[in-house]
C-alpha cells in the first residue's frame, strides 16, 4: 500500500515516540525527512540523528531530547503544506512559529531551509511544517 504523505507519517511518528516517552525513533529515510531531521537536531529539538542502511531505503534513527523532569523539547509538531493543499510563502509571508519561539520549515529552490534561513536568503517557497 502507498502512502499518501510520507512527511505528516514521519511527524506524526516523532509525536507519537515523543509523548509516549521513547528514547528514539527509526522512520523510512529520504532525502527530504533527512533534511527534516538535520533541521530539528541543529534547532535542539532531537539529540541526535543517524542513518541506518538496511539494505533496502535505509532508516533514519532520530534520538529524542528530554529535560530532566521527562518533559520532551518538541511540544508539536504540525503539517502545514498537505498533498491536497498545498501552501507557498512568499519572503516576506514566512510565518514566525509562536513569535519566534519555534521553527517553520520550508521547501525552498534552495534545499530544504528553516524560516530564519529563507529570510536571509531572500527566497519563499512550500511550508512543509512547523515546530514548537
Known sequence: ??????????????????RA???????????IKGEIAKILRE?????DVKF????????????LKYDKDTM?????????????????????????VLG???VVVLSTSRGILTGIEARKEGVGGEVLCQIW
Open 100 to 102: 519566534g519561539f519555534g
Open 1 to 18: 500500500m502507498s502512502m499518501t504523505d510520507p512527511i505528516a507519517d514521519f511527524l506524526t511518528r516523532i509525536r507519537n515516540a515523543s
Open 72 to 96: 520532551p523539547a518538541i511540544e508539536g509538531l504540525q503539517r502545514v503544506s498537505k498533498p491536497g493543499r498545498r501552501i507557498y510563502a512568499k519572503q516576506g509571508e514566512i510565518p514566525r
Open 52 to 63: 541506518v542502511d538496511d539494505g533496502k531505503q535505509g532508516l533514519l534513527r532520530i534520538y
Open 21 to 31: 516517552k521513547h528514547f528514539r525513533v527509526e522512520v523510512p529515510a529520504s532525502r
Open 43 to 47: 534547532s535542539g529539538y532531537v539529540k
